[in-house]
């Protein structure tokens, strides 16, 4: 039998992850993988465990009990600098930009991250800037951007600290029909540079768009998980949460 490659190793495993909170379980023992170059979903009702799964694996707080592994090798409980620096950023669905601050010198704090120089750090907040659609702005500051512009703003932070796994929470919320389109472009855009990417989301169209495996939680649990055709026909997540969902996403 040959040995596992590093091509086979899932960049993300969640073993059993839990987290308490003074008695209070908000994740019950989580599994799942996160295979490099795909983008998956996870979806489930209000108060089912999303962000704080998001929490744990980017090392905001750890985990009762359970291992998060990247690329094989332990990550559970790390600081969220470390992680960060091993390869997992994230946005945040509450947007806190430098307000007088300049769009790229927002984008350019992330960049000093991953790179030693100024002038490196400055070439390559300008280069992710344009990526993300916020050339127009990026000497403006980031308190005149719209509700879009700072979530573009939010996502150009994250990139800039050259990640392989992107945790993207809600990217869509209040935004427009209009405006998710131009995003959800963006976002195939990345994983075609090879950025893996996990997502939380409530604009099901959107969901079932990107997706190349979607994750359900349910009251902290996982519920179930597939291809967005299996879960989209699964009765069980039907029943517990899809609902009208469901009927938006086929529209």
């Known amino acids: 039998m040959s040995e596992p490659t590093a091509a086979d190793t899932p960049l993300l495993r969640l073993q059993g992850v839990t987290k308490t909170f003074s008695g209070l379980t908000a994740l019950d023992d989580v599994s799942f993988d996160v295979q490099r170059g795909q983008i998956t979903g996870v979806i489930g009702p209000n108060g089912a465990g999303k962000t704080t799964l998001f929490n744990v694996i980017a090392g905001t707080f750890p985990p009762t009990s359970g ?19 091993a390869g997992i950023a994230r946005t945040y669905q509450l947007m806190k930009p430098f307000g007088t601050m300049s769009v790229r010198d927002n984008v350019m704090i992330a960049a000093l ?19 993300v659609g916020l050339g127009t702005w990026i000497d403006d500051t980031a308190g005149e951007l719209s509700t879009a512009g700072r979530k573009r703003l939010e996502l150009a932070r994250a990139l800039a600290l050259d990640p392989d796994l992107l945790l993207l929470d809600e990217v ?44 359900v939680l349910h009251h902290g649990e996982v519920l179930a998980s597939g291809t ?12 517990a949460y899809l609902g009208e969902e469901q009927a938006i996403a086929e529209g």
């Open 228 to 239: 967005p055709d299996e879960v989209a026909n699964d009765p069980v997540v039907i029943e």
């Open 67 to 85: 291992e998060v592994l990247l690329r094989g090798e332990r990550v559970t409980g790390l600081p969220a600098h470390r992680i960060a620096r």
């Open 172 to 215: 869509l919320a209040g935004l427009v029909p209009a405006e998710r389109a131009p995003v959800i472009e963006l976002l195939t855009d990345i994983r075609a540079t090879g950025v893996t990417m996990l997502f939380v989301e409530h604009v099901m169209a959107a969901v079932m768009r990107l997706s190349d495996e979607i994750v």
């Open 113 to 131: 991250q991953r790179h030693d120089s100024m002038d490196a750090a400055r070439t390559r907040a300008s280069e992710i800037v344009e990526q």
